[in-house]
């Protein structure tokens, strides 16, 4: 992989290259490089004009999918953030299956009994439709976000962000900032090169196989895992998918970063025709900061200055950008909303003493048309944030109450066609059927049954088969033959439609019940 520093050379110009040195060196710094200045005072051009396109520093191009990115670290507002959300996101991934419930690990879902945990919910296979709704609800909200705020997911929550973040955090640890590693990478090997890559990727190893075995830890007992990987008792699928996931987070965190980011993920590409005018993005504010130039603050103050936009050209908002893209040449599907570039560009302009937010969250609109920030948040209330608020409200309701009113009993009916009707002692029909019931309680059912549909018609398990109750232990299923009895004058020969009905009692006294429609043949 090729090295490529993204600094000064990135926005080109000879004045330019005290600047970058000096804010490669630390701390934002901006020196000083005059340029001539016109006699008098010459009014700023409007951004776009001809004007400002024809003094606009040339740029060089993205980096390319096989050049590395050495992005500097900043702080402010918005990196606080992203911890924020790497700390909220990371605590919740490793720390969710450890909790436990009713004596078993909380989330858990486990594929050979094919059963999922969520706290008190048990899902099986029959319950494929809230997972439905709930991927509906996932994929409406990133809808609703990228509609208020484009990439925002991306730049603080998306797993590829979150990891590269951390892994980038290690980095710096132990190599020092853009400038070392850029050192560093240039250095011939030596001891101390080998001393510090194999730190790095020892500490990359050890948070990947945390995060592998995580990942299988909500398949399979967690508690359980440690153990069986000293005996050396974890089964094949577990060992594929502890190395397979340690191995996928150290390439994607540690190599390819924000290459996923701008060419292999599929959002990056639709996010185009969710946003529109009134999205707030990252944005540069042309009209302030053109035309760029590099001064000091000294030569800035000095009378007869040029006049020039805020923009003092350091290019630290390109250094800080994990994408290496130039924020200053427009809203690029390349960029992520990391807010990186606002925070690195308010500390260049606190030191020139300018007005911070030369580059901040606000939409296309509020930019051309002027709006203040008041009159830019109320138009995020447009109606496409609200048709998906309303949807994304309406199926989250939607699916509580279904959850809540679920019935941990269901029972499927299939009649037994190797046993037609057939009269029996006591001039009675019998059909058999084969029943299953499914019990996704946490505590056993003790069910009774009953049928309707012919005068006279009962239910109940077939001999050998059936006790006076019959019980179905907690989150499981059991097949049973059932028989339905009628006498044999209740209705004329032919196939007619019945019901057969369950009801039973829960451990915590709820009484609950299942019906489903079947056929009975009553024979000549
Ligand atoms: S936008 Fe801000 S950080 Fe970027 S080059 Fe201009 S002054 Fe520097
Ligand atoms: S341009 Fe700014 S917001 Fe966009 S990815 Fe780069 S640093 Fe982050």
Redo the contacts with the bound molecule.
Sequence with gaps: MSARAIDGAASGGAGMAGAAAAAQAGPVAVSASPAPAPAGPVPAPAAGSPAVQARRVPKAAAPAASEKIYARSVDGLYARWRVVFVALTQALFYGLPWLNWNGRQAVLFDLGARKFYLFGLVLGPQDVVYLTVLLVISALSLFLFTAIAGRLFC?YACPQTVYSEIFAWIETKVEGDRSARLRLDASPWSLRKLRLKAAKHALWLAVAWWTGSTFVGYFAPIRGLGSDLLAGALGPWQWFWIVFYSLATWGNAGFLR?TVCKYMCPYARFQSVMVDPDTYV?TYDRQRGEPRGHRSRRAAEADGAAPRGDCVDCTV?VQ????????RDGL?Y?????????D?CDQVMEKMEYPVRL?RYTSERAMRDGLSPAQARRRLLRPRVLVYTALILLLAAGLAAALVVRSPLRMDVMRDRGVMGREVAGGLIENVYRVQFINTAESPLRLTLHAEGLPGLSAEPAAGQGEAGIEVPPVSNRLLAVVMRAPAGAAEPGLYPVRLQVRGQTGDGRTVSADEAASFYMPR
């Design positions: 730049g924000t990252v908002c800080v950008c994990p994408t290496g893209i130039d924020i690029q390349m960029c992520i909303g990391c807010g990186a570039c606002i690195a580059i």
